[in-house]
């Protein structure tokens, strides 16, 4: 048990060191998150137009109408221009709960690996590494991957280049670590 919270406390910080470094000094996620100068005016509009707080698909059908009426409009609206819109009424800057939720579910997500690696008997260094990176991949592919298929995301290389910068690291300490007599 103690190799597995310990795998897992310095694994869930190794990756919350990936994503801290990815998404500010690295600054792989910019494409993602790009800034616009028009933005004063966009979000002056947002907020005096009534728009409650939730995510937008730009355009829609209404909710309600027929069938042929939504294949009339996704015909219509097929090569124009589109948008997704997330729109909150609110700024919380404070940080501090987002990371400390998302530092204890790093440190989780590798414990539960931990569990799994404790079940194999007689795994080398090699075999901690790559099934770490394929949970790497597994992520990747279920989660931005499977999105981006849907609704593009500009910084879909940085989602990959994540996927495998951290759960690689995770994969070194825990070949070295889980070896450990």
């Not at 609704?151 to 989602?159: E, G, R, T, V």
Request: charged share 15%; net charge positive; glycine share 10%.
């Amino acid at each position: 048990m103690k190799k597995i919270l310990i795998g897992g406390l310095i694994g869930g910080i190794l990756l919350f060191a990936w994503q801290t470094a990815s998404w500010t000094f690295l600054n792989m996620h910019e494409k993602g998150q790009q800034f616009t100068s028009k933005q004063d005016s966009i979000m002056s509009y947002l907020n005096s137009s009534g728009l409650a707080e939730g995510s937008y698909m730009l355009p829609r059908a209404a909710p309600g109408v027929s069938m042929e009426e939504m294949e009339k409009q996704m015909a219509s609206s097929n090569g124009k221009p589109w948008a997704r819109l997330t729109y909150y009424k609110s700024m919380d800057a404070d940080m501090v709960m987002n990371m400390i939720r998302g530092l204890l579910a790093n440190i989780i997500i590798v414990c539960l690996l931990c569990w799994i690696f404790a079940k194999i008997s007689s795994a080398g260094f090699s075999t901690y590494l790559t099934a770490s990176i394929t949970v790497g991949i597994i992520t990747f592919t279920n989660g931005a991957y499977t999105g981006h298929i849907w609704y593009p995301l500009f910084d879909i290389n940085a989602f990959f280049i994540d996927a495998l910068a951290s759960w690689g690291l995770v994969g070194v300490w825990l070949g070295w670590w889980m070896q450990r007599k």
